[in-house]
């Protein structure tokens, strides 16, 4: 089966950091994707890990371990329009991808 | 780069009918996928074509569901004999080849179901 774990939400105050964390148990692993989603909008990428380890973009990173089945989504110098949910999304073998069920983010001012 | 493409943005039908929405993907990507959300969830997959072949698809997936992509361009998703569940975002993506290419997604079609 498949199955991708995050909080469901989250609280920070601007200019802080905050991580997001996601765990997944899936048949089989082809690369890991965050995406950022605004109420009503379309999901948009952020970062995309294949291999152990932290990627840094920018206010954003995230970090993978596979043989944990762990990542997390860091987001530095929090600002207001960071309120978004956040879903972490696993290709697995072939091209399907499985989405978690999405961190919805408050930031506070 | 105009981006993925869907519409209607929104279809508010009565439950029986038969509803059909379209996705233009980015020009240049060959995959194309159809997700449905709902609110508070991530996208579930429904199904993926590479080009006008559809590799994939839910065992989610009822039969009243079928989807095409005929030239490998744009592509449909037809949901016959509408239930109230199906009320859902219906989201569509595309990406390039490549394992680590990323799904650039539509505003996607909001379908109500009466």
């Known amino acids: 089966g498949q199955n991708i774990d995050q909080p469901t939400e989250m609280t920070a105050t601007e200019g802080a950091i905050v991580q997001i964390n996601c765990t997944y148990q899936t048949s089989g692993f082809n690369g890991l994707f965050w995406y950022q989603q605004h109420a009503g909008e379309a999901p948009t990428f952020l970062s995309y890990?294949?291999?152990?380890g932290l990627e840094e973009k920018g206010r954003f990173s995230s970090f993978l371990s596979r043989s944990k089945g762990y990542s997390y989504l860091l987001l530095k110098e929090l600002q207001m329009k960071d309120s978004a949910s956040y879903l972490c999304?696993?290709?697995?073998?072939?091209?399907?991808?499985?989405f978690g069920p999405g961190t919805r983010l408050s930031v506070l001012p | 780069d105009t981006g993925v493409s869907q519409n209607p943005r929104h279809k508010i039908t009565k439950r029986g009918q038969n509803v059909t929405f379209r996705c233009d993907p980015i020009s240049e990507h060959n995959r194309l996928y159809w997700y449905r959300q709902t609110l508070g969830q991530g996208p579930e997959f429904l199904t993926y074509f590479q080009n006008e072949a559809q590799l994939e698809k839910s065992r989610l997936l009822s039969d009243r569901f079928s989807a095409e992509r005929p030239k490998g361009s744009f592509s449909t998703l037809e949901i016959q004999r509408t239930e109230q569940g199906d009320s859902a975002m219906y989201l569509c993506?595309?990406?390039?080849?490549?394992?680590?290419?990323?799904?650039?997604f539509g505003d996607g079609t909001r379908l109500s179901i009466l």
């Open positions: 890990n294949v291999l152990d």
């Open positions: 999304a696993v290709r697995v073998y072939g091209q399907n991808f499985v």
């Open positions: 993506a595309s990406s390039a080849d490549g394992s680590n290419q990323p799904q650039h």
